[in-house]
């Protein structure tokens, strides 16, 4: 996709997304097979359910509709989330983030996955998680020390507070 394509869909689609109370993550045009796939992503603080993403999708089809924005030829709309092992690239992303797991590559080329505690506009304070029976580590990173950074997937993580919640409901 052209720049000056992506240029002209974000200009487009932006204003309709944050309408509907969710921000543009992405914008991709693939080419698959004869047709073109339009993936649109989106997110919120808060995230974004069925029925959100649902409305911003028939919104953007509808202007999409309205305009050359895509051409004479088909295409398909693909609107969805950033999925679960999210690339964090902007400061809300980190926000978003707080409580998860996360690898971090930092840009003097170490690795390292821990949990993120806090977040301010310099960067974020990280728990290392401890091997072999030690504690953790708090640690600071500024948003300079990291090159790249994805949240991990946690298949047997139980949030305390939800568990606390649940024994309350349970004795009640």
Not at 95 to 122: H, K, M, N, S, Y
Not at 146 to 162: G, L, Y
Request: charged share 35%.
């Amino acid at each position: 996709m052209s720049t000056t394509q992506s240029e002209r869909l974000r200009e487009l689609l932006e204003p309709l997304v944050t309408s509907q109370g969710l921000d543009l993550e992405e914008i991709a045009v693939d080419s698959v097979g004869r047709k073109r796939v339009l993936r649109v992503v989106v997110d919120s603080d808060t995230g974004a359910d069925l029925d959100r993403i649902a409305d911003v999708s028939r919104a953007l089809s509808a202007r999409l509709d309205e305009t050359d924005a895509m051409g004479e030829g088909e295409y398909t709309l693909e609107v969805g989330t950033p999925g679960a092992e999210r690339l964090l690239t902007q400061h809300r992303h980190y926000v978003r983030a707080t409580g998860r797991l996360v690898r971090f590559q930092l840009t003097e080329g170490e690795e390292l996955v821990a949990r993120i505690l806090t977040v301010d506009d310099e960067g974020v304070d990280i728990e290392v998680p401890g091997v072999k029976g030690r504690r953790p580590t708090a640690r600071r990173l500024t948003f300079d020390d990291i090159a790249k950074a994805r949240v991990q997937v946690e298949f047997s993580r139980k949030e305390k507070q939800d568990h606390k919640d649940m024994t309350e409901e349970e004795e009640a």
